[in-house]
C-alpha cells in the first residue's frame, strides 16, 4: 500500500536550517510528482510548491523563494524539504503530498517544525 | 486570505444533510477542477472529492460534490458525529503559473 512517511518533529532555533524529509513507498516513486504544504498552528493549507521526481525540477509557490529547497533521493524514494535561515513564523507543520492527476491522493503524516529561541 | 472563499464553519445534526461552498475565479475554479479534502482533528488532510464530484474508493457515497461556474460545494448526506473535521477546497489556478490554490477551510460541527 502507498505510505508516505515523514521524519519527526523538529525544535529549531531563530537562524537555523531543518530538513525535512518524506520516504514513499508502494509504488515507483518516479511515477508521480511531490508536492508540500504547510499548515500555520490553527490555520488552514498553504500550498508551497512541488518537484518533478523525475527530473528532480522544482517548481516554488509564491512566499517559498530564497529560502525554501526541495530535492530528492531517488535511490531510497525519498523527498526533502529544506529551510533556512528560520525564523518564528515558519513554525508550521510541513506535509508532503504525493500527486495523482491535479490533486493529493496520498499525505504524508506532517512533520511539526518549531522555531524558537 | 485565501483565493478561494469558505465559509468559517458549518454545523448539523446527526443525520443532517450539510453543504459547503468554496467560491473562486474563471482562473481557479473556472477554468480547473475542484478537489476536497477532510482533516480530522490532529491528523493529515485526505483526499475526499477529486475531479469536482468524483470519490476515491473508500469515501462513502454520502459524500459529494459538485462545480458550477467558478463555484463549488461539497454535500454531506446522514450526517454522522465521525464527520466532524475541517474541509478545504483546493484548484489550480492559471493566473499563478500553475499555483494550487485553497479555500481557508470549513470547520463542520456536528451538534
Known amino acids: 500500500q502507498v505510505q508516505l512517511v515523514q521524519s519527526g518533529s523538529e525544535l529549531k532555533k531563530p537562524g537555523a536550517s531543518v530538513k525535512v524529509s518524506c520516504k514513499a513507498s508502494?509504488?515507483?516513486?518516479?511515477?508521480?510528482?511531490m508536492n508540500w504544504v504547510r499548515q500555520a498552528p490553527g490555520q488552514g493549507l498553504e500550498w508551497m510548491g512541488w518537484?518533478?521526481?523525475?527530473?528532480?525540477?522544482?517548481t516554488y509557490a509564491q512566499g517559498f523563494t530564497g529560502r525554501f529547497v526541495f530535492s530528492l533521493d531517488t535511490s531510497v524514494s525519498t523527498a526533502y524539504l529544506q529551510i533556512s535561515s528560520l525564523k518564528a513564523e515558519d513554525t508550521a507543520v510541513y506535509y508532503c503530498?504525493?500527486?495523482?492527476?491535479?490533486?493529493?491522493?496520498?499525505w504524508g503524516q506532517g512533520t511539526l517544525v518549531t522555531v524558537s529561541s | 486570505q485565501s483565493v478561494l472563499t469558505q465559509p468559517p464553519s458549518a454545523s448539523g445534526t446527526p443525520g443532517q444533510r450539510v453543504t459547503i461552498s468554496c467560491s473562486g475565479s474563471?482562473?481557479?475554479?473556472?477554468?480547473?477542477?475542484v478537489n476536497w479534502y477532510q482533516q480530522l482533528p490532529g491528523t493529515a488532510p485526505k483526499l475526499l472529492i477529486y475531479?469536482?464530484?468524483q470519490r476515491p474508493s473508500g469515501v462513502p457515497d454520502r459524500f459529494s460534490g459538485s462545480k458550477s461556474g467558478t463555484s463549488a460545494s461539497l454535500a454531506i448526506s446522514g450526517l454522522q458525529s465521525e464527520d466532524e473535521a475541517d474541509y478545504y477546497c483546493?484548484?489550480?489556478?492559471?493566473?499563478?503559473?500553475?499555483?494550487?490554490?485553497f479555500g481557508g477551510g470549513t470547520k463542520l460541527t456536528v451538534l
Open positions: 518537484i518533478n521526481t523525475n527530473t528532480g525540477n522544482p
Open positions: 508502494g509504488y515507483t516513486f518516479t511515477s508521480y510528482a
Open positions: 475531479s469536482n464530484n
Open positions: 503530498a504525493r500527486e495523482q492527476i491535479r490533486d493529493f491522493d496520498y
Open positions: 474563471s482562473s481557479n475554479i473556472g477554468s480547473n477542477t
Open positions: 483546493a484548484a489550480w489556478d492559471d493566473s499563478l503559473n500553475g499555483n494550487v490554490v
